[in-house]
């Protein structure tokens, strides 16, 4: 790897950077560590702040009582996930929700789902690997 492609901004526990992708080759920094990049990322996050609509004055909200959600609103596993999912639509189409409430609510499933995805996929390895190593020490000490 050339090393010059390479990040040459120092970290704060003193080892350098190093980050290879988005080197600028006029600082030699990652976009990370470029001062420039940085203060466009700033101004954009700033912007994207204030774009962002507040509730309209007067707007109607409706929510439900944890109670009457699903799992309590605390989906467990995937298939919990999708089947709040499904709950989510059907109170939005049917006006228990108001649709801010309801886009709000599928955002946080979603990102919920792709998390409980996560962790099954890595529980699934882990249990793999475990039978795998356990499968190779058996086939040792035969
Ligand atoms: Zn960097």
Known sequence: ??????CHAVKADGSRC???????AATGLCRMHDPAVAAEVAAARA???SNRQPRPAGAVVRTVPAADIPFGGEPKTLDEAAALSGWIIQAILTGKVDARTGREAVLAVNGLKGVLATRDLATHKLAQLKADLLEELRGNTA
Do not use: E, F
């Open 1 to 6: 790897m050339d090393s010059d492609r390479r």
């Open 18 to 24: 190093g980050v290879v992708a988005g080197v600028s």
């Open 47 to 49: 912007r994207g702040r």
